[in-house]
């Protein structure tokens, strides 16, 4: 199998807090993971890669500062909106690559943000 | 010009009709590519991908490519009302692994 799950599924917060999101495959070791953004209506941007153990590499007019991005370990990537303001609120949605099938990108369900 | 352009939709249709679904691409580079449905509020599910020209077909859904239009396609026959969702088609270059969505087509199949 290749199942990702992400964590909360979704949150409201007040402007100027932070909010982590965790993202995990939960049946395989996943080396590359992918955090994207998508606003109603609209289609997935890819805002950053994550590599294990390494910095992720981020799309251009992503602010890094403000989506910090973790990937710890094999199976768990974090993104945290620092600051967030209600322009950040949006569907975030990450993926990881198994690399017995690197090819294919395997979603997880998505987390819906809000900021008030 | 966008990397990856389809058709927003919405697109509706009867149960049981064939929907045809589209896309274009703009970079010639472009090797593979990859069909995903996503229902509302639900992370993308990967339906298909297919890396050469022609036909690929798994139970009602056939992708197919036209490398030399730049053109790709998803057929479904016999469509149910589960189908409704929102199609995307997606390119992946094999280096590096990422992907570039089109906008995504909105299908309702309607009893």
């Known amino acids: 199998g290749a199942v990702v799950s992400q964590h909360p599924s979704w949150v409201i917060c007040k402007s100027g807090t932070s909010v982590k999101i965790e993202c995990r495959s939960l049946?395989?070791?996943?080396?590359?993971m992918f955090w994207y953004r998508q606003f109603p209506k609209q289609s997935l941007m890819l805002m950053a890669t994550s590599n294990e153990g390494s910095k992720a590499t981020y799309e251009q007019g992503v602010e890094k500062d403000k989506f910090l991005i973790n990937h710890a370990s094999l199976t768990l990537s974090t993104l945290t909106v620092t600051s967030a303001h209600p322009e950040d609120s949006s569907f975030y949605i990450c993926?990881?690559?198994?690399?017995?099938?690197?090819?294919?990108?395997?979603f997880g369900p998505g987390t819906r943000l809000t900021v008030l | 010009q966008k990397e990856v352009e389809q058709d927003p939709g919405p697109l509706s249709v009867p149960e049981g009709a064939i929907v045809s679904l589209n896309c274009t691409y703009s970079?010639?580079?472009?090797?593979?590519f990859m069909w995903y449905r996503q229902y509302s509020r639900k992370g993308p599910e990967l339906l298909m991908y297919t890396y050469s020209s022609g036909n690929k077909e798994d139970g009602r859904f056939t992708a197919q490519v036209d490398k030399s239009s730049k053109y790709i396609s998803l057929f479904i026959r016999d469509s149910q009302p589960s189908d409704s969702a929102t199609y995307l088609c997606a390119r992946h270059t094999g280096g590096g692994n990422k992907l570039t969505f089109g906008t995504g087509t909105q299908l309702k199949v309607e009893l």
């Open positions: 049946d395989f070791q996943a080396t590359t």
């Open positions: 993926s990881a690559t198994n690399p017995r099938r690197v090819n294919e990108q395997f």
């Open positions: 970079n010639s580079a472009f090797q593979y």
